[in-house]
């Protein structure tokens, strides 16, 4: 038996996206697309995904927000690097940090998990899984 957890969910979300978008490169790649598909993490960043947490989650995020997250501006300097850098053109599949590439989670690689991912992300939205031809 399973119970909920904010963090665990936000967590398995954020792995759910370096799964789609490793396989969604793939697919790119396999039908000769020049399309490419990376992951940026941000890093912490002071928004107010925190604002419904517990008021002393609140409270410990105030004081040390200054010192341990990046405003939205160092934010979001990841996302537009790959974006507009010169370095990433062509390239696709990347987990990007701090305006490096670096590797993600060894789960994240797993292939079979993302075929799995992909293929239930096609049911659920009710299209057709047209990856079932590529390897």
């Known amino acids: 038996r399973y ?11 954020k792995l759910a996206l370096v799964l789609f978008t490793y396989r ?15 992951v ?12 419904h947490v517990f008021w002393v989650v609140k409270v410990v995020k105030w004081m040390t927000a200054w010192l341990f997250f990046k405003t939205p501006e160092e934010g979001a300097s990841t996302s537009i690097y790959a974006a507009v850098s010169p370095e990433m053109e062509g390239a696709g599949g990347c987990y990007l940090y701090n305006e490096e590439r670096t590797k993600s989670a060894d789960v994240s690689y797993d ?8 293929t239930e992300s096609c ?8 990856s ?3 390897p």
Do not use: C
């Open 3 to 13: 119970s909920y957890s904010p963090h665990g969910a936000y967590a398995q979300s």
């Open 24 to 38: 969604l490169q793939h697919l790119l790649t396999a039908n000769g697309s020049h399309v490419t598909a990376n």
């Open 40 to 51: 940026v993490d941000p890093g912490v960043v002071n928004t107010e995904l925190y604002k």
């Open 111 to 118: 292939e079979e998990l993302q075929r799995r991912l992909w």
């Open 123 to 130: 049911k659920m939205v009710g299209i057709f899984d047209e």
């Open 132 to 134: 079932s031809r590529v």
